[in-house]
């Protein structure tokens, strides 16, 4: 039977490059345990992407948007309109949208950019909400611990202005600046927006408590990331699928609102090393009833990656190939397993190495690689694609793709 | 470690077409033996490339810009610039040059294409750039043998004219032309120059005494291969590494002076068979001290080529592979071993098909290929991969690569 479903498994950060390990060559994904994993190898066709191009580093987010088809050249704009996004924010096109930092200011300077990491958010974002007036229409939203996302939404607003964030602190907020021509309007609303929150943070009785206590109290608010939401065509639009995003790590939540893809939480995934495997590849496979299309992301490997730990993020492997156990035999679905990008635990950051792939269900041309590491995949079947043939590869083996001529 | 320095080796029109050789088909580098090349292809990571793309026969010049990782399609505008950049000229943006010879004129026709490949062009070129004077700035300049080179520096001149050389012997000079709008004031210029040129050169005493020899007089100068040289952003810029150019062929030299990149020139590097490699080598090793990137060309594998002799190519890769031992256990180093394009022995000239190619340093991904040739690079762990790639791929090996996202 010709599948009709599609679940796009993405192990963030999950290729590395070579360490020597008893005297051999290996990766974390190939010195791993990984026997559910190497049956869906064996059984399927393996290879390499370059998820956006060779010898480029994708970030989290350009490398999602670049497996989901989107060209990340045309339709990335920065981080703010991701984390506002992830925030929980119904960005639009157009929109201005900034990270945000809860912050301390003591006489002038800021002394703690994150405000004793501050997770009593909610009344302070109120009170700007409520409070905080300025000529043209915005959004205020708390996210997790000191963080928050802004948008501004009106007319004349241009994207490209200077962060008020010092980034280090014992600095003084910086005055933003319009970096082009047609950005000047939203410079001087931020910078009025900055200077009217302090007025509204000093006061308010969490903070007088805060400082009761001898915590930093959260008096500013620090901006970085500035970014226009361009055109993003819906998902569903794009490939009429119904598609969700299983995944708990903000920056892929970002990506998945902005391209209209259901969001589902799963409880216990914390996009770290701890996180409820199971449970997220439960709510995989229970989202694909009703969607055509699930993407899945794990983040822990990239974490592991981050913090150059081989053995960490081998043992994730082995837990998360655990988990899969339960996509043996899986019917009527397409299942491609790849990474975002290559985090290299050598470094400590991603890299531009291309990351391995496999795509397994029924009318694959299925190839003698029976191990899913970076050596294995190298040789297989699908040789090197790149991250945008992805999508057109998947659709076209569901039987979705349309005929170029006759 | 990660690696810090980029040594990128071309071996010119290295790659061939197989022939049957003893009952099996072998290409001059799959017959050779190459002891050095396999150790660095058996530790590195292999596959094939196509310099500019697959079935597009690149030049040295374009195939050198790609490898460098310009696209020619934008920067390069014909042989001119290159030529007179090799030859010494500091050929700046809006510049128009010519590729020239030497030739003999008589009784209006030229007789000698190469003035009897006379060498002696010192005086004469002196001759012709103090006593022509034209309606714009000009620079001539001999290059080696019966060559020079020519360039037009000033306001609205057109890079597109014909050339004014015939091509074959017996012919009367061309009239250089205008292809298009806006090239004829160039062609006008031109005409000209080649008017003034046969006057000085005429009466020159150089000529006065090769004719008492019977020599051909060197009394003309003929143009082709015009072209205006293009903005081409210096490699430093580009990529902020220091880099050097180690190589006796012309228009590699040309190329990298229009990139920037320092020439270093080798004692008996002769751009033939009869070249002294190890020199080369050791002149390379040595500025791998002082820059970050080091390009070295060996030229003598595209003579035998371009001679359609395969033992010559064949024992030429042998006593390159003898140089390149003292490669092995380079520390600090990513190399990458290649090609500008395949010359084919059997048709003595360039063809399309893609390249082998190796890069060796700590953190690649090692593949299970032993042996450097066309047959065996095609089933590595790179896969195939295209000229413009290169770049960014060495980029990020050596941890210079710029995230795109977050």
Same mark, same amino acid.
């Given at each position: 039977?010709?599948?009709?479903?599609?679940?796009?498994?993405?192990?963030?950060?999950?290729?590395?490059?070579?360490?020597?390990?008893?005297?051999?060559?290996?990766?974390?994904?190939?010195?791993?345990?990984?026997?559910?994993?190497?049956?869906?190898?064996?059984?399927?066709?393996?290879?390499?992407?370059?998820?956006?191009?060779?010898?480029?580093?994708?970030?989290?987010?350009?490398?999602?948007?670049?497996?989901?088809?989107?060209?990340?050249?045309?339709?990335?704009?920065?981080?703010?309109?991701?984390?506002?996004?992830?925030?929980?924010?119904?960005?639009?096109?157009?929109?201005?949208?900034?990270?945000?930092?809860?912050?301390?200011?003591?006489?002038?300077?800021?002394?703690?950019?994150?405000?004793?990491?501050?997770?009593?958010?909610?009344?302070?974002?109120?009170?700007?909400?409520?409070?905080?007036?300025?000529?043209?229409?915005?959004?205020?939203?708390?996210?997790?611990?000191?963080?928050?996302?802004?948008?501004?939404?009106?007319?004349?607003?241009?994207?490209?202005?200077?962060?008020?964030?010092?980034?280090?602190?014992?600095?003084?907020?910086?005055?933003?600046?319009?970096?082009?021509?047609?950005?000047?309007?939203?410079?001087?609303?931020?910078?009025?927006?900055?200077?009217?929150?302090?007025?509204?943070?000093?006061?308010?009785?969490?903070?007088?408590?805060?400082?009761?206590?001898?915590?930093?109290?959260?008096?500013?608010?620090?901006?970085?990331?500035?970014?226009?939401?361009?055109?993003? !065509?819906? =998902? +569903?639009?794009?490939? $009429? *699928?119904?598609?969700? &995003?299983? %995944?708990?790590?903000?920056?892929?939540?970002?990506?998945?609102?902005?391209?209209?893809?259901?969001?589902?939480?799963?409880?216990?995934?914390?996009?770290?090393?701890?996180?409820?495997?199971?449970?997220?590849?439960?709510?995989?496979?229970?989202?694909?009833?009703?969607?055509?299309?699930?993407?899945?992301?794990?983040?822990?490997?990239?974490?592991?990656?981050?913090?150059?730990?081989?053995?960490?993020?081998?043992?994730?492997?082995?837990?998360?190939? !655990?988990? =899969? +156990?339960?996509?043996? $035999? *899986?019917?009527?679905? &397409?299942? %491609?397993?790849?990474?975002?990008?290559?985090?290299?635990?050598?470094?400590?950051?991603?890299?531009?190495?291309?990351?391995?792939?496999?795509?397994?269900?029924?009318?694959?041309?299925?190839?003698?690689?029976?191990?899913?590491?970076?050596?294995?995949?190298?040789?297989?079947?699908?040789?090197?694609?790149?991250?945008?043939?992805?999508?057109?590869?998947?659709?076209?083996?569901?039987?979705?793709?349309?005929?170029?001529?006759?």
């Amino acid at each position: 039977m010709i599948p009709d479903k599609i679940l796009l498994i993405v192990l963030d950060g999950g290729a590395d490059r070579p360490l020597m390990i008893d005297g051999r060559e290996e990766t974390p994904l190939s010195s791993a345990k990984t026997e559910n994993l190497d049956i869906l190898a064996e059984e399927g066709i393996s290879g390499m992407m370059d998820v956006i191009s060779p010898g480029i580093p994708p970030g989290s987010d350009t490398g999602h948007l670049s497996l989901l088809g989107y060209d990340p050249y045309k339709v990335y704009t920065g981080r703010g309109p991701i984390e506002a996004a992830g925030a929980g924010i119904d960005v639009k096109r157009g929109d201005v949208a900034f990270r945000c930092n809860f912050a301390t200011l003591e006489d002038g300077k800021i002394i703690d950019r994150r405000a004793g990491r501050i997770r009593e958010t909610e009344e302070l974002a109120k009170a700007i909400d409520e409070e905080v007036h300025l000529d043209v229409d915005f959004i205020f939203k708390r996210s997790t611990g000191h963080r928050a996302a802004l948008v501004f939404r009106g007319d004349g607003l241009g994207g490209d202005v200077t962060a008020s964030d010092p980034k280090e602190d014992g600095m003084q907020i910086k005055e933003s600046k319009a970096l082009k021509k047609g950005s000047e309007k939203t410079a001087e609303i931020l910078n009025d927006f900055i200077e009217q929150s302090i007025r509204v943070l000093s006061k308010h009785p969490v903070n007088e408590e805060r400082a009761k206590k001898g915590l930093p109290r959260a008096n500013a608010i620090l901006t970085r990331g500035a970014g226009i939401l361009p055109e993003i !065509e819906r =998902f +569903e639009e794009r490939y $009429g *699928l119904k598609g969700a &995003v299983v %995944a708990a790590a903000g920056l892929v939540i970002g990506i998945s609102r902005i391209c209209r893809l259901d969001f589902v939480s799963t409880e216990g995934a914390t996009g770290g090393t701890d996180s409820n495997v199971n449970k997220k590849v439960e709510n995989a496979l229970r989202s694909l009833k009703n969607h055509d299309f699930v993407l899945m992301n794990i983040k822990g490997t990239d974490e592991a990656g981050h913090d150059k730990n081989f053995a960490k993020k081998r043992e994730f492997f082995e837990r998360i190939d !655990e988990a =899969f +156990e339960r996509l043996l $035999g *899986l019917e009527d679905t &397409v299942i %491609a397993i790849t990474a975002d990008h290559t985090t290299s635990v050598a470094i400590g950051d991603h890299t531009g190495d291309p990351v391995p792939i496999c795509i397994h269900g029924e009318g694959v041309r299925s190839d003698s690689i029976n191990k899913f590491d970076e050596f294995n995949c190298a040789k297989g079947g699908l040789g090197r694609i790149r991250g945008r043939d992805l999508m057109p590869t998947l659709l076209d083996l569901t039987n979705r793709s349309k005929k170029f001529g006759a």
